[in-house]
């Protein structure tokens, strides 16, 4: 037992992975000693993505790629493809978790061991004191608490690959989430060529930060100014389409999103929101017919965020509402106009975290007309652009 004053508040040791987008969903870095979960779909880019950071990692530490699914041959392959370095990486493919740990243990530098592994993919593996199959709940719970046991152990930073359920949830069970210290979660459209990592969980780092690549023929690229791949720059301005000006972990993003509100047929007309939660659409549509006088009973509401992102902040409510009233209207929103800002149930404009940094964002991507909430508003706007702070739904509908 030692008191906390006592406990050298070391700050903790991070290594960059090479890959600039991928230490800022880490928080920074690869932190010593760590495990780090990656989950999403099958062909996402999982196995890719960590063979990257690996070969970069492995020039200045030992680094053991285990595979349980690929031949050594496929991983030399693709590595050949993408011209990695691959001349310090070691490879092995075995799904005995206590082999594997023993020839962790003694692989790399000395007697240092691997200091990075990765494990790819947790279902794939067994350990011998169990008699289920590979893949089975207790398997899985089993190898990763043998493996989280060694990383603490050792100061090994371990990434474990888990699959996804057809739900989207990671498979295995869910304790898998509470043992590891980061759950990083690959997002995206299918078909599309972008490929969104966020951190659900991490212990040494901001949640719900996100890192942006494209699937290239050269493997994963990493996109620095992400704000332009989730505009679509339309020719014309078109109805129901608004951009939004939100703050995914620590840095701002301009989004699109749009809405298609079309009469129904239906007794019971539809709600779908693609990248937001339909509940919030539905209580949206209720605020907007109570407080803003504009009723949509009769007609279906379809809304999607353009880039396959999702949004879990309230500073999406007035570019939402804005979307979905400009396609009711069918009238194009002013060219140049951004939005943030939550939306409350009295109808009221209520201010989010950052609201200076966001306002910086769209001036910076040549916005010139902003709706905000009024807390957030500066006291002096910047050069060239039209602050439009409102307090009640009202304002800013009156503000169009
Ligand atoms: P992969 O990393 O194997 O996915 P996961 O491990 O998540 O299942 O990614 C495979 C997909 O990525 C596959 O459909 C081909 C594509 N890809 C490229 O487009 N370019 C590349 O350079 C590589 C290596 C893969
Ligand atoms: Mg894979």
């Given at each position: 037992m030692r008191k906390l004053s006592q406990?050298?508040?070391?700050s903790t040791q991070r290594t960059a992975t090479g890959m600039p987008e991928l230490d800022r969903v880490l928080g920074g870095g690869l932190v010593q000693g760590s495990v780090v979960l990656i989950g999403g779909d099958p062909g996402i880019g999982k196995s890719t993505l960590l063979i990257q950071a690996l070969a970069s990692l492995s020039d200045r530490l030992p680094s053991l790629y285990v595979s349980g699914e690929e031949s050594a041959e496929q991983i030399s392959l693709r590595a050949q493809r993408l011209g990695l370095?691959?001349?310090r990486l070691e490879l092995l493919t075995e799904t005995c978790v206590e082999r594997i740990l023993q020839i962790a243990g003694k692989a790399g530098v000395g007697q240092d061991g691997a200091r990075i592994l990765v494990l790819d993919s947790i279902q794939t593996f067994y350990s011998e004191q169990l008699s289920s199959a590979p893949g089975s709940v207790s398997q899985v719970r089993e190898s990763a608490a043998q493996l989280v046991r060694f990383a603490k152990q050792t100061g090994t930073s371990l990434f474990l690959v888990g699959h996804v359920t057809k739900e989207g949830a990671l498979a295995g069970p869910r304790v898998l989430e509470h043992m590891v210290d980061t759950v990083l979660y690959f997002e995206g459209?299918?078909?599309?060529?972008f490929r969104l990592v966020r951190a659900i969980k991490n212990r040494f780092g901001a949640v719900n930060e996100l890192g942006v690549f494209a699937m290239t023929d050269k493997g994963l690229k990493e996109i620095?100014?992400?704000?332009a791949i989730f505009?679509?720059?339309?020719?014309a301005e078109v109805s129901g389409s608004a951009i939004l000006v939100t703050r995914e972990g620590t840095r701002p993003l301009l989004v699109e999103v749009q809405a298609l509100v079309d009469q129904s047929p239906l007794a019971n007309p539809r709600r779908v929101a693609l990248g937001l939660e339909q509940n919030r659409l539905s209580m949206l549509l209720a605020v907007l017919h109570r407080?803003?006088?504009?009723?949509?009973?009769d007609q279906d509401v379809y809304l999607n965020v353009v880039g396959g992102v999702r949004i879990s902040e309230t500073a999406a409510d007035l570019p939402v509402l804005l979307a979905v009233l400009s396609s009711f209207r069918d009238r194009p929103l002013p060219q140049g106009l951004a939005a943030f800002g939550e939306v409350g149930l009295a109808g009221e404009i209520r201010p989010v975290p950052n609201g200076q940094e966001r306002l910086r964002e769209a001036v910076k991507h040549g916005f010139t007309r902003v709706i905000l909430p009024k807390s957030n508003a500066p006291k002096s706007a910047p050069d060239g652009v039209q602050v439009i702070a409102v307090s009640r739904l009202s304002e800013a509908l009156d503000a169009l």
């Open positions: 406990v050298a508040a070391e370095p691959a001349e459209e299918a078909g599309s060529q620095a100014n992400p704000s505009l679509s720059r339309h020719d407080h803003g006088g504009i009723g949509l009973f």
